[in-house]
T-cell receptor, first 116, second 116 residues
Framework: AQKITQTQPGMFVQEKEAVTLDCTYD???????LFWYKQPSSGEMIFLIY??????QNATEGRYSLNFQKARKSANLVISASQLGDSAMYFC?????????????FGSGTQLTVLP | GAVVSQHPSWVICKSGTSVKIECRSL??????MFWYRQFPKQSLMLMAT?????????EQGVEKDKFLINHASLTLSTLTVTSAHPEDSSFYIC????????????FGPGTRLTVT
């Protein structure tokens, strides 16, 4: 079974509007972390936001917020006031358990295009 | 903030030759580094976990004799693609986690390998 599922291969949003990128996950480990990364065409992976499984509140970082619904095992990324520079590939990822040797597992990604 | 560098950023080699890619953590010590491969318009797939001073742990389906990983110091891991073939052409990305921080994981800028 897929550990991270992103069901939207591509999304379009009008500049200055908000957009939600979906992510669901599957784990039996009570301790896990959820990440969102942005990958522009240059290829670099840019960290956006993190949500820990024990965090009580949804994470926010500037225009990015994570809609964490633990019971549904979803961790959707919300980008407010979209900008043209937000056009990129977005990956949801999960790290299970604790310790620095735990790897990240990535979803298939969503290609976001912001329209002027 | 922490930075992970990779060298070279791109390389073209002939089929049958070997290519070495370096991954360095610039301002923190990384006992563990991760090597990912990404094909065009696909997700990042973990190839192996590189452990300082010991053998790397390879993911299922990754040939350890073809993708040699050496993690000789706390700041340097190398990936050598031996006897490269055109199907090895891909984007290789390394990642490292700063054990002194709560959850951050940093990615190198990637190395684009083309085998002709």
């Amino acid at each position: 079974a897929q550990k991270i599922t992103q069901t939207q291969p591509g999304m379009f949003v009008q500049e200055k509007e908000a957009v939600t990128l979906d992510c669901t996950y599957d784990t039996s480990d009570p301790s896990y972390g959820l990440f969102w990364y942005k990958q522009p065409s240059s290829g670099e992976m840019i960290f956006l936001i993190y949500q820990g499984s024990y965090d009580q509140q949804n994470a926010t970082e500037g225009r990015y917020s994570l809609n964490f619904q633990k019971a549904r095992k979803s961790a959707n990324l919300v980008i407010s006031a979209s900008q043209l520079g937000d056009s990129a590939m977005y990956f949801c990822a999960m790290r299970e358990g604790r310790g620095s040797a735990r790897q990240l597992t990535f979803g298939s990604g969503t290609q976001l295009t912001v329209l002027p | 903030g922490a930075v992970v560098s990779q060298h070279p950023s791109w390389v073209i080699c002939k089929s049958g030759t070997s290519v070495k890619i370096e991954c360095r953590s610039l301002d923190f010590q990384a006992t563990t580094m991760f090597w990912y491969r990404q094909f065009p318009k696909q997700s990042l797939m973990l190839m192996a976990t590189s452990n300082e001073g010991s053998k790397a742990t390879y993911e299922q389906g990754v040939e350890k004799d073809k993708f040699l990983i050496n993690h000789a110091s706390l700041t340097l891991s190398t990936l050598t693609v031996t006897s490269a073939h055109p199907e090895d052409s891909s984007f290789y990305i390394c990642s490292a986690r700063d054990p002194g921080l709560a959850y951050e994981q940093y990615f190198g800028p990637g190395t684009r390998l083309t085998v002709t």
